[in-house]
Every structure is written in C-alpha cells, then in structure tokens.
T-cell receptor, first 109, second 114 residues
Framework: AQRVTQPEKLLSVFKGAPVELKCNYS??????LFWYVQYSRQRLQLLLR??SRESIKGFTADLNKGETSFHLKKPFAQEEDSAMYYC???????????FGQGTELSVKP | ETGVTQSPTHLIKTRGQQVTLRCSSQ?????VSWYQQALGQGPQFIFQ???????GRGNFPPRFSGLQFPNYSSELNVNALELDDSALYLC?????????????FGPGTRLTVL
C-alpha cells in the first residue's frame, strides 16, 4: 500500500536548536518525495523535493531508500520556521500526491 | 503570474444537497488536482485532470465528480452530501500530469455539511 507516515503531530524546539521532522514512506517502486509547508494563514507551498537536492531556507532532506525515509532537517531553527509541515510522495500515477498527516513545528524564542 | 484561485472561500450545505467548487489554475498550467483535507489530517487525493481528461482518481465514491474546461479551470461537484464531506477542499495546478511536477495550491474552500 502507498502510505506516508509522519510519527510526530507536534514538535516543539527552542530557537537555535536543531530540528528533524520525520517522514517514512511505503511505496513499491521509486517515488518522488516532497516536503510542503503551510505557514499560518497561508496556502500550502512546496518547500523542497528530493529530485532537486537543494536547500531551502536552511532545510535539507535526504532520501534513504533502505530505510524508506525522507526526514527534513535544519541545524538551527528560527521562530519563522513555525508552521505545519507535510511530507508527500508521488508515484507513477501521474501527479497524485500522497500526504502524511503533518507535523506542527513550534519554535520557541 | 496569477496564482491558483478557488471559489467560494467557504460555504454551508445540508445533508443530501449538491455542491460545486471552482478552481482557476495558475497561468500556463494545464493540470488540476483536487484534494480533500479533513480537520487534523493531511490532504487526500480526489482526482486529477490533465488537458480536460481525468488523469487518475483516488478512493472517493462516484458522487465526487469533476470537469476541466478548455481554459484549464476546473470544477469539483459533490452530490448527495454527507456529514463526513465537511472538510477543506484544495485545488492544485501544475504544468503537466507527471509525478515530478510541482503542484501549486490554492487557498481552499471550506465546506461545512449540517
């Protein structure tokens, strides 16, 4: 079955601390993996995707096919990083995105 | 460049009624995907339209139907509304119906079924 699991509903860290948002997936094949972010009162937007191998706003994510994970990391969290983060995968069926349940990141001053 | 827009912003219906939600895709995009997001959950894929043809469907009953028009705008229709249909409905547009395409989301339509 195709599934994305984000085990933490809420992650709370202090400003300047490292942050890691976990994402595990289940998919028979080679999916495309994405992280989407939703800031307060804004629409869902793409943060990064594994095919680009780029760092956005200091966030990186590495696809680990052996562990079927795509964890999102940032070495030093900022208060403006507080938002809802969704991990998603897209398989071979066109652009269907399968989302995890989301992790709310709260960065305290 | 105009982003994805959705209308209405929110609406309230009663059980058994029918509803139509609308989405205008981002300029230059020919693909529209619809998602349902229940409270506290991630978005769930309903279906996708690519150049006016359905290009994939999620696990939703036939009373969820859609259309895409020649200008690539789209409608989501839901018949015989049920209480569980209460959710945020998101529309996303992309350049093509491929799994590598970035999807750009609209602000959503909040549907409440009483």
């Amino acid at each position: 079955a195709q599934r994305v699991t984000q085990p933490e509903k809420l992650l709370s860290v202090f400003k300047g601390a490292p942050v890691e948002l976990k994402c595990n997936y289940s998919y028979s094949g080679s999916p495309e993996l994405f992280w989407y972010v939703q800031y307060s009162r804004q629409r869902l937007q793409l943060l990064l995707r594994h095919i680009s191998r780029e760092s956005i706003k200091g966030f990186t994510a590495d696809l680990n096919k052996g562990e079927t994970s795509f964890h999102l990391k940032k070495p030093f969290a900022q208060e403006e990083d507080s938002a809802m983060y969704y991990c998603a995968l897209s398989g071979h069926q066109g652009g269907k995105l399968i989302f995890g349940q989301g992790t709310e990141l709260s960065v305290k001053p | 460049e105009t982003g994805v827009t959705q209308s209405p912003t929110h609406l309230i219906k009663t059980r058994g009624q029918q509803v139509t939600l609308r989405c205008s895709s981002q300029s230059g995009h020919n693909t529209v995907s619809w998602y349902q997001q229940a409270l506290g959950q991630g978005p769930q894929f309903i279906f996708q339209y690519y150049r006016e043809e359905e290009n994939g469907r999620g696990n939703f009953p036939p009373r969820f139907s859609g259309l895409q028009f020649p200008n690539y705008s789209s409608e989501l229709n839901v018949n015989a509304l049920e209480l569980d249909d209460s959710a945020l409905y998101l529309c996303a547009s992309s350049l093509g119906g491929r799994n590598t395409d970035t999807q750009y989301f609209g602000p959503g339509t909040r549907l409440t079924v009483l």
